[in-house]
């Protein structure tokens, strides 16, 4: 067992529900013994209660639950910064080429590493990753993650049309490939598989109806939505019998509970109903719809309509895969957006970058806040001493002071640990 000391804060509550300073909580300590925390409160009082336990110290800082990003593409891990084109363009030119090169095994298995290394260093220990178009690099990813311990959902990405002929599969060799990594990697350890059409622009019916058929098999279901102006046009003209977008998903039955769909800049009302009814959850992603000019996102909307919203950082075409980032560009979006934006507290951005992205999930009994029974994944984040960061957590007035302070100033540079169900995976040795 181990004590760890630290100015522990978290968000069980829902901040969208309620009082959104209520959802916060702080402690002192946790006390962790096989990757599972048995106990929370304050040092003095687990130091009591288990007398002999060896006290880690993790002094200055805050310590957070480990960041959950929705939606990220390891394929682009090295296509990161093309700015100054709209989604397809973006496609066209930066992102589809690079994903072709993982047909070559050896250059996925690079990436892989590249990738989930970069997710730790970034205190990101859960993600839904959009996979790769080819099986092979599916499976460097899966192992690599396993290798790490990382609670990662990812699939096959699936298309049969528009894209460069490399990355199209058929609907038969879509349904036999997804099926056999399914076999090979679904529920194994922290691994979970999610079928991944790229979006229905490049997925015609017949390989949505693949999808349909995977999804029998209990696993999870991602996919892009509403994302650009030009990209829905397209989609419905492809499209002529669907009523809007996210019909052509739900023609196919993949709008469940277990689905995310990222993006939804441009949703109709009809559109945000339907996902409340079925229970699916949307993946914010907040600096690509800025960096793509895509348009802003409208929270408030999703979250009248109660529809779960969670973060993702659209690596290639978000601005890196660090989730504070991510939160406060949202908060940015949202002040932009005026009266009809939804003004975020801290308490929103902690909960958004960790246990909103849990529960989209369907992890938040095991991660996403530090409650007792949960697994152990946290994100340690501590400025160097004189930093601008550092120098403002002294003047903070409170808990949820010093995490505007973190949203508004932190940096990768600032993880000074990362712990994945009580391994510590990242960072300097703990004091
Ligand atoms: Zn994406």
């Known amino acids: 067992m181990t004590i760890y000391s ?28 096989d990757g599972v925390i048995r106990a929370r409160g304050s040092l003095a009082a687990l130091r009591a209660a288990h007398p002999g336990e060896p006290v880690t110290r993790l002094d200055g800082g805050l310590l957070l639950p480990g960041f959950v990003d929705t939606h990220v ?27 072709s090169k993982l047909a070559d095994r050896a250059y996925a298995r690079a990436v892989a590493a590249e990738f989930l290394d970069g997710l730790v260093a970034s205190g990101t220990t859960t993600a839904l990753v959009f996979g790769s178009h080819f ?115 739900g023609r196919h039955n993949l709008i469940t509970p277990r689905s995310v769909f990222a ?25 690509s719809n800025c960096a793509l000019g895509s348009g802003l996102f ?42 009809a934006g939804l003004a975020l507290t801290p308490a929103h951005l902690l909960y958004l970058a960790t246990r909103a992205g849990a529960q989209a999930l369907g992890l938040d009994d095991r991660v996403g806040d530090f409650a007792v029974g949960k697994e152990f994944d946290a994100v340690w984040l501590r400025p160097a001493d004189g930093s601008t960061l550092a120098v403002n957590l002294r003047h903070a007035r409170d808990t949820s002071d010093a995490l505007a302070r973190i949203f508004a100033l932190a940096t990768p540079a600032d993880v000074a640990g990362v712990w994945i169900r009580g391994q510590n995976a990242a960072g300097q040795d703990p004091r």
């Open 135 to 249: 099986a092979p690099a599916m499976d460097e990813l899966f192992a690599a993650a396993a290798q790490r311990g990382l609670n990662i959902t990812s699939g096959l990405v699936l298309s049969d049309r528009i894209l460069r002929p490399e990355l199209l599969n058929s609907p038969e060799t879509a349904l036999a490939d997804s099926a056999d990594l399914i076999l090979r990697w679904h529920d194994r350890g922290r691994l979970r598989y999610a079928v991944t059409p790229r979006f229905s622009l490049s997925a015609s019916d017949e390989m949505l109806d693949a999808c349909a058929q995977l999804l029998g098999k209990g696993v999870w279901f991602t996919s892009h939505i509403n994302e650009n102006l030009a990209e829905i046009a397209t989609v419905a003209g492809l499209f002529p019998g669907a009523r809007h977008y996210l019909d052509t998903y």
């Open 73 to 99: 593409h390891f394929p682009q891990i090295r296509a990161i910064g093309g700015l100054g084109m709209p989604l397809l363009d973006w496609l066209e030119q930066c992102a589809l080429p690079e994903e």
């Open 263 to 287: 993006h939804n800049v441009h949703p109709r009302d009809a559109e945000l109903a339907t996902l409340a009814e079925h229970g699916a959850s949307v993946a914010h992603c907040p600096t």
């Open 6 to 33: 630290a100015s522990v804060v978290d968000t069980p509550g829902d901040p969208f529900a309620g009082d959104p300073a209520a959802a916060l909580a702080q402690d002192g300590a946790l006390l962790v013994r």
């Open 298 to 339: 409208p929270l408030r909307r999703h979250v009248e309509h109660g529809i779960h919203v969670a973060l993702g950082s659209d690596v290639g075409a978000g601005a890196g895969l660090f989730l504070p980032k991510e939160a406060l560009q949202a908060y940015f979006i949202q002040q932009l957006l005026g009266d």
